[in-house]
C-alpha cells in the first residue's frame, strides 16, 4: 500500500514592522490610522514608565514582589486594540498594557502588588479577570466565561462574544492549558489562545518547555489554526490578532497565537536575571524594543518629534503618579473585610472569629471563663471589634 | 408521595430545579448521553437538551476548571467528578480558584457552583472508588461540604446546593444510592445547608455521624439496647455544632462515626470542639470510629475497613463503661 499523508499543515509567521524599520506596506498600509497609532504608542510608554515606576516603590518598601512587563507592551495591547470592549480578557501577569488599553485603571493593578485585595474588584465594565497567580489555571476559566455569555445570549451580551486568554511559554507545559485547549476545540468554545512567548520562564529558557521548534503548533493537536508573530512588532499583533478574532467570531471556534517577544526585565522584583542569562542576549533584544521601533517609524513618517516625546514624558509622569497616589491613598482595609469575604452569608462560627479574633475558645466564649476573667475577656473583645472601623 | 430511593431522589431534585432556573447546567464525563455511570443523570439531557447537559473529555480539572468559568459568567454549573477519587486532578481548581474568588476578588466574581461527587466504599470497586475526601475540603476555607444520607435529606439539601451563591461539593454516598426508600414529597422543600439532624433522642451517648455510616449507626444503636441519640451531621462545613453541643452536654458522651481515615478526619475537628464546649459535662473522652490510617483496600479486605455496627457497638459499651 503507497504511504499517504495522514496530516498537514504550516504555520505563518508575521512580521511586517522590523527593528530595522522596513515596512510592509501590502500587510501594513491602512491597518492602523494614524491617529489610533500616536494613541496606541503614547499607552506603552506610559505602561512602560508606570512599570519602572512600580519597580522603584518596590525597592523603596511601599510595594511588594512586582513583574515588570517591560518588552512586552505591544503583545496584549495589540489584542486589546482588537477585540470588543465586551469580549473577555483572561490574562497572565504581564498584560498590563491591554488592560490598561481596556480601560483598568492602574491603581487596581498596583494596588494588587501592593497586597490588597480590592485592587481584583475588577468591575464589570472591563470583562478582564483579576491577576493570579497559579499559572495555566485561567484559560479554563476564559473558556467557561465565553460559554456562559453564549449560552445567555442576548443576556448575557450577544451571541457573538469571545474570549482572548494570554499565557507564557512557561504556563503551556502545565497541564490545565492542555485540557483548556481540548476542551474550547472539542466543545466548540470562542476562545482565542495568545502564548506571550518571551524565552524565559524565571531561570528557565523555553527550549526547557517545549522541544517543538515554535509553541504556536501546540494548538494544531487541538485542531485549531495557528499563528505565529513578532509579539514586538506593533502592527504584527494587530495583523495577527485580527485574523484570529475573526475567525473566532465567526466560527465560534478556537484559535491560536504564539507572539514571540522577550522580557527585558527580571521575572520579578525578587529574582536576578543576570544569575542566568547573557548580557549579549539582552542587549540583542534592546534593539528589538516595540517602543523604539514603533516611535522611529513614527518620526520617519513626520507622526512624531522630539517635543511630542517629552511633552508626552511630562504628561505620563503625572498621570503615574497620580495613580501612585490614589492606590497609597486608599483608605486601609478592615480586618472583618477577609472575613466577610469568605461567603454570601457568613458562618456563624466564623464571625466568632471575627467579632473576637481569637480561635481559641476560652477567647471566643468568655461565658467558660471563671467571673473575675469574664469581665476583662468582653472588653478585649470589644477593643477587636472596635479595631475593625 | 412516592417512596424513592437516593438516585430518584438527587434526579427528581436536578429536574425540579432546572425546570426553575435556566442557568442551571449540568456537566461531567458520560452523565449527558449515558445518564451517568450509576444513572443519576439520566433522562436529564434528553429533557433539557444538549445545550444545559452536555459530555465533556475526559479531564477532571479542565471540568471543574470551566465550571469555575461558567459559575463567574453567571450560570449555575453543577459538573459532576465520577468518582471521589478523581477530585485529586481537580484538587487545584477547587482550592485555588472555586474556593477563593470570592475573597480574592471582594466579592466581584463569585462562584456559585455544586459539584457532585459519588463518594465512599462498599460497593466492591476497584481502587480510588471507595474513598472519603470530605476532611480535605473542610479543611480549605471558601467551601461548603455536603453529605445527606437518605433520599428525603439528598433532595432537600441538593435543592439548598443548587440555591447556594457559594461552590458546594455535594457527596452522594455510592453504597446507599440504590439500598432503601422512603417517603420523598414531589413539592418543593428545602433542608439548609449546615443544619444537623437528630435521627433519634436518648440520654445515655450521643453518636455523630453522616453519610452511609449513619445506616450502621442505627444498626448499632438497637444492637446495644442503649438510649442514644443520633445526629446525623449532613454538611460537614459549615457545621452544625450548637447542636452536637446541645446533645452532649445531656448525654456526656460521644462517639463520632466515619469511614474517612481516623487522623485529620472530621471526627478529629468535632472531639476539639466538645472538648472545648463540653469539658465538664464530659464522663468520658470522645471516641472516634473511623476507617484505619491506611489506604483503603481493595475489595476482598473491604469490610475490615469500613467501620460496622460490631465497631461502633464495642465503642458505645467502652465509652460507656468508663
Known amino acids: ?389 | 408521595m412516592a417512596n424513592l430511593n437516593l438516585v430518584q431522589a438527587i434526579n427528581l431534585a436536578l429536574i425540579q430545579e432546572m425546570e426553575k432556573n435556566e442557568n442551571i447546567v449540568l456537566l461531567g464525563e458520560d452523565i449527558g448521553v449515558n445518564g451517568g455511570v450509576f444513572r443519576v443523570t439520566e433522562g436529564l439531557q434528553k429533557r433539557f437538551g444538549e445545550k444545559r447537559v452536555f459530555d465533556t473529555p475526559l479531564a477532571e480539572s479542565g471540568i471543574i476548571g470551566l465550571s469555575i468559568g461558567l459559575a463567574m459568567g453567571g450560570l449555575h454549573p453543577v459538573p459532576e467528578i465520577q468518582f471521589e477519587g478523581f477530585l485529586g486532578p481537580a484538587y487545584d481548581q477547587i482550592c485555588s480558584h472555586a474556593a477563593r474568588m470570592r475573597s480574592r476578588t471582594r466579592g466581584a466574581f463569585t462562584v456559585p457552583m455544586t459539584i457532585r461527587i459519588p463518594v465512599g466504599g462498599g460497593i466492591h470497586a476497584p481502587e480510588l472508588h471507595s474513598d472519603s475526601p470530605e476532611a480535605i475540603y473542610a479543611h480549605t476555607p471558601g467551601l461548603k461540604v455536603v453529605m445527606p444520607s437518605s433520599p428525603y435529606d439528598a433532595k432537600g439539601l441538593l435543592v439548598s446546593a443548587l440555591r447556594d451563591p457559594d461552590p458546594v461539593l455535594y457527596f452522594e454516598p455510592k453504597r446507599i444510592y440504590r439500598a432503601f426508600r422512603e417517603e420523598v414529597p414531589e413539592d418543593e422543600y428545602t433542608l439548609p445547608i449546615g443544619k444537623a439532624r437528630t435521627v433519634c433522642e436518648g440520654t445515655d451517648l450521643t453518636i455523630v455521624s453522616w453519610g452511609a455510616s449513619v445506616i450502621q449507626c442505627m444498626q448499632a444503636i438497637e444492637k446495644s439496647g442503649k438510649s442514644i441519640e443520633l445526629i446525623d451531621l449532613r454538611t460537614i462545613y459549615p457545621f452544625d455544632i450548637d447542636a452536637i453541643e446541645a446533645s452532649v452536654k445531656k448525654t456526656g458522651r460521644c462517639v463520632v462515626v466515619h469511614e474517612a481515615p481516623l487522623t485529620c478526619g472530621f471526627g478529629a475537628e468535632i472531639s476539639a470542639r466538645i472538648m472545648e464546649r463540653c469539658f465538664l459535662q464530659l464522663e468520658a473522652p470522645v471516641q472516634r470510629v473511623a476507617g484505619f490510617d491506611t489506604t483503603m483496600p481493595y475489595y476482598k479486605l473491604e469490610l475490615d475497613y469500613l467501620p460496622d455496627a460490631t465497631r461502633v457497638v464495642r465503642a458505645i459499651e467502652d465509652c460507656l463503661a468508663y
Open chain 1, 1 to 389: 500500500m503507497p504511504i499517504t499523508t495522514a496530516y498537514e499543515t504550516k504555520i505563518e509567521r508575521i512580521s511586517i514592522l522590523d527593528e530595522k524599520g522596513n515596512f510592509d506596506e501590502k500587510l501594513g498600509k491602512g491597518l492602523i490610522p494614524d491617529a489610533d497609532l500616536v494613541k496606541l504608542y503614547e499607552a506603552m510608554s506610559s505602561c512602560r514608565q508606570l512599570d519602572q515606576v512600580a519597580f522603584r516603590l518596590q525597592r523603596s518598601g511601599r510595594m511588594g514582589t512586582y513583574p515588570q512587563n517591560m518588552g512586552q507592551e505591544a503583545t496584549s495591547l495589540g489584542a486589546a486594540y482588537v477585540l470588543r470592549k465586551d469580549d473577555w480578557m483572561v490574562t497572565c501577569y504581564r498584560e498590563n498594557c491591554g488592560l490598561f488599553w481596556r480601560g483598568v485603571p492602574k491603581e487596581a493593578i498596583l494596588l494588587h502588588w501592593m497586597g490588597d485585595e480590592r485592587g481584583n474588584a475588577m468591575p464589570k465594565p472591563h470583562w478582564v479577570t483579576p491577576i493570579y497567580v497559579p499559572l495555566g489555571t485561567q484559560m479554563l476559566h476564559a473558556a467557561g466565561l465565553t460559554m456562559a455569555a453564549r449560552y445567555q445570549g442576548k443576556a448575557g451580551g450577544g451571541e457573538d462574544r469571545i474570549a482572548c486568554t494570554f499565557f507564557g511559554d512557561g504556563a503551556s507545559s502545565e497541564g490545565d492549558f492542555h485540557e483548556a485547549c481540548n476542551f474550547a476545540s472539542n466543545l466548540k468554545i470562542p476562545v482565542v489562545f495568545v502564548c506571550q512567548n518571551n524565552f524565559w520562564a524565571i531561570s528557565t529558557p523555553s527550549k526547557i518547555n517545549s522541544a517543538a521548534p515554535t509553541f504556536a503548533q501546540r494548538g494544531i493537536a487541538y485542531g485549531m489554526p495557528c499563528m505565529q508573530c513578532d509579539g514586538n512588532d506593533l502592527f504584527a499583533t494587530v495583523y495577527t490578532m485580527k485574523k484570529s478574532v475573526e475567525y473566532t467570531r465567526q466560527t465560534g471556534l478556537p484559535c491560536f497565537v504564539e507572539m514571540v517577544t522577550y522580557r527585558l526585565g527580571d521575572h520579578t522584583t525578587a529574582d536576578d536575571a543576570t544569575r542566568y542569562r547573557d548580557k549579549a542576549e539582552v542587549d540583542a533584544w534592546k534593539a528589538r524594543d516595540p517602543i523604539i521601533r514603533l516611535r522611529n517609524y513614527m518620526v520617519a513618517r513626520k507622526l512624531w518629534d522630539d517635543s511630542k516625546e517629552a511633552a508626552l514624558a511630562e504628561k505620563i509622569e503625572k498621570e503615574n503618579a497620580d495613580a501612585v497616589a490614589r492606590a497609597e491613598g486608599i483608605a486601609a482595609p478592615h480586618r472583618a473585610d477577609f472575613f466577610d469575604s469568605m461567603y454570601a452569608d457568613i458562618p456563624t462560627d466564623l464571625a466568632a472569629q471575627r467579632d473576637t479574633m481569637h480561635t481559641h475558645s476560652l477567647g471566643q466564649d468568655p461565658s467558660q471563663l471563671p467571673p473575675e476573667a469574664q469581665e476583662r475577656a468582653r472588653q478585649m473583645s470589644a477593643e477587636a471589634q472596635a479595631a475593625h472601623h
